[in-house]
């Protein structure tokens, strides 16, 4: 799959180096250090290059930008008209400390809000970077983590499950993007445990129903 990288911090990169690895066609794009981006596509044999050009190549966009760089990042991108956009920002303040929507609406309802006739699918916003390349690694020992998605288009949920599955966790389904106004809150948690607590940074859940 041609997979469109747009934001090269922590999150983008991760993923795309894993997906490079799975035999997706990457290409990177938005990044504050242009260097950084060329030797990134360079070493995973990818390719790099302005968000418009490789948004109009790629069947799928990982959106994976600060909140604060969104406005600039959907005008570079256009209308996104039939494009699967898999979407893993927080809308999170420029501190990164608070949300800046929650309860009454979701970053994930605002941006397809703002592009309509995109395919949006929300996931890995809830689980920290530094814990994708030691589920990568231990993707076929024992019992997997979870992770959750949701979205209102069938098809881009069953591309995103694929996605997530080949980085080694298992999919949760939770629904719409209207779910979004809880799953950001827990975004936050998973952040308290995984950067605030001892045992380190690469924190992972799993969720289970047990039997009385």
């Known amino acids: 799959?041609?997979?469109?990288?747009?934001?090269?911090?922590?999150?983008?990169?991760?993923?795309?180096?894993?997906?490079?690895?799975?035999?997706?066609?990457?290409?990177?794009?938005?990044?504050?250090?242009?260097?950084?981006?060329?030797?990134?596509?360079q070493e995973l044999n990818a390719s790099w290059g302005a968000v418009t050009n490789i948004v109009q190549e790629a069947e799928l966009v990982l959106l994976a930008v600060h909140w604060s760089h969104i406005e600039d990042v959907l005008a570079k991108a256009g209308s996104l008209e039939g494009k699967i956009v898999l979407n893993c920002c927080v809308p999170l303040d420029q501190d990164n400390e608070n949300l800046v929507l929650g309860t009454t609406t979701s970053g994930a309802e605002q941006l397809a809000a703002a592009r309509?006739?995109?395919?949006?699918?929300?996931?890995?916003?809830?689980?920290?970077?530094?814990?994708?390349?030691?589920?990568?690694?231990?993707?076929?020992?024992?019992?997997?983590?979870?992770?959750?998605?949701?979205?209102?288009?069938?098809?881009?949920?069953?591309?995103?499950?694929?996605?997530?599955?080949?980085?080694?966790?298992?999919?949760?389904?939770l629904g719409g993007l209207k779910n979004g106004r809880f799953v950001e809150p827990f975004a936050m948690v998973t952040a308290v445990l995984a950067y605030e607590h001892p045992g380190g940074e690469a924190f992972t859940y799993h969720f289970e129903k047990l039997q009385p």
């Open 1 to 41: 799959m041609k997979i469109a990288i747009v934001g090269t911090g922590n999150m983008g990169e991760a993923l795309g180096r894993i997906w490079a690895q799975c035999g997706h066609q990457v290409a990177f794009s938005f990044s504050r250090d242009e260097q950084k981006l060329q030797k990134l596509a």
């Open 116 to 173: 309509p006739k995109a395919r949006w699918v929300s996931a890995f916003n809830t689980s920290p970077s530094e814990s994708l390349p030691v589920v990568f690694a231990k993707r076929e020992e024992g019992k997997r983590p979870q992770h959750m998605l949701y979205g209102d288009d069938a098809g881009a949920k069953q591309i995103a499950r694929q996605l997530i599955l080949e980085v080694g966790f298992d999919p949760v389904d």
